[in-house]
């Protein structure tokens, strides 16, 4: 799960990236210049949907979404294994529900495109369904016995200096 984890962090970074720069030149055009770049805001609603969907995988990879874990205390070990089954199962099914009605969607808006940079909608629209597949292939996986990707601590490395 290591390089599912890398892979949607490095799309996700470099798209943040071009986002931040998209919206820093955008400022500086309108507030500086005095001539608004009117493309910016098309391209950075569109880069936000391709970032959190696809950041979406890799924080499901390091298991890092939010849960409620107030159930699984009282569990045995074994109830804990069925509880991620249950919820692995049910996730799976919602997530196939929004991947595919993203398709749906994105297919059924294929022809329009966006006002100003004429992109179709198709690629607003897709990345619902690769993000929604993604993080149903981690969780198969998950519940397949992969564990999860040890995410780097900012705080435990801060905590390591101090000792």
Request: aromatic fraction near 8%; proline fraction near 3%; charged fraction near 15%.
């Amino acid at each position: 799960m290591r390089w599912i984890d890398r892979t949607a962090s490095v799309i996700g970074g470099l798209s943040l990236v071009v986002l931040v720069t998209i919206v820093a030149s955008a400022v500086f055009a309108r507030y500086v210049m005095g001539q608004p770049l009117a493309w910016t805001e098309e391209a950075a609603g569109l880069l936000m949907v391709w970032i959190v969907m696809i950041s979406a995988i890799g924080t499901e990879a390091r298991n890092e979404h939010l849960t409620i874990d107030i159930i699984e205390g009282f569990l045995s070990p074994k109830g804990r294994r069925v509880l991620i089954v249950v919820v692995g199962l049910l996730s799976i099914g919602l997530l196939g529900v929004i991947a595919w009605y993203g398709w749906v969607l994105a297919e059924a808006s294929s022809m329009r495109r966006t006002n100003i940079l004429r992109i179709s909608w198709f690629w607003i629209y897709l990345p619902v369904t690769l993000g929604a597949l993604g993080v149903i292939a981690v969780t198969l996986l998950r519940m397949a016995g992969h564990r999860p990707v040890a995410a780097p601590s900012v705080l435990s490395a801060h905590d390591e200096a101090d000792a």
